[in-house]
C-alpha cells in the first residue's frame, strides 16, 4: 500500500478515471452554487437601495457564490493532478457547512426586518447539505489519487542521489599481466 491508503494493484487508468468523475463532481457543485448565488445576487442587486437587499447580496455571496468559486477553482487544481485542489475544496466545504447554521442562527436572532434576507439563502443551501457531505468524502479521496499520481507540472524534479566517483577503483594498466 501506498502511503496505506490505496492498494498497489490499481492501474492508473482506473486512477485517471476516477479523478474525472470527482473533477466533473466538484464542476457540478461550482455551477449549481454559482448559478443560485447569482440569482440571489441579482434580487439582492435589484433591491439595492433597501438594506435587506444588500443583506440578501452579501449573504448570498458569503454562502452560495464565494464556495461555488472555490468548488470551481478545486476542480481546475484536481484535473492538474494537485493535491492542493482537494484541500482546498475540503476546507471550503467544512467552512460552507459551518456557514448555514451559523446564518440561520443569525437570521433568527436578529431584527424581523433582516431575517428574510439573510434566511433565504441558507435555507437554500441547507438542501445541498447531504451533497456537501457527499463532497467531502469524494474530495478526500481525490487528494489520495492526486499523491498516488503525483502532480504534473512541477518545472524541476528532485533526482536520486548517484555516485560521481566510481566505487570500486579503476584496474592499473600499468602492472604487467
Not at 472555490?70 to 482546498?88: D, H, Q, S, T
Amino acid at each position: 500500500m501506498i502511503g496505506g491508503t490505496m492498494p498497489l494493484d490499481v492501474n492508473e487508468f482506473q486512477l485517471i478515471q476516477a479523478l474525472k468523475r470527482i473533477v466533473a463532481d466538484a464542476w457540478t457543485l461550482a455551477f449549481v452554487f454559482i448559478v443560485l448565488g447569482a440569482l440571489g445576487f441579482a434580487v439582492g442587486f435589484a433591491a439595492r437601495d433597501d438594506v435587506t437587499g444588500q443583506l440578501m447580496t452579501a449573504s448570498c455571496g458569503v454562502v452560495m457564490l464565494a464556495p461555488g468559486i472555490l468548488y470551481a477553482l478545486a476542480g481546475v487544481k484536481i484535473r492538474n493532478r494537485e493535491a492542493f485542489g482537494a484541500r482546498l475544496a475540503l476546507w471550503a466545504a467544512v467552512a460552507h457547512i459551518g456557514a448555514i447554521p451559523l446564518l440561520l442562527l443569525a437570521s433568527l436572532t436578529t431584527a424581523s426586518w433582516m431575517s428574510p434576507a439573510m434566511i433565504v439563502p441558507a435555507v437554500v443551501s441547507l438542501f445541498f447539505v447531504p451533497a456537501l457531505i457527499a463532497f467531502l468524502f469524494s474530495m478526500n479521496k481525490a487528494r489520495q489519487i492526486a499523491r498516488m499520481l503525483g502532480a504534473t507540472g512541477h518545472g524541476f524534479a528532485v533526482l536520486p542521489a548517484q555516485s560521481v566517483l566510481p566505487i570500486e577503483p579503476a584496474p592499473d594498466k600499468s602492472a604487467p599481466k
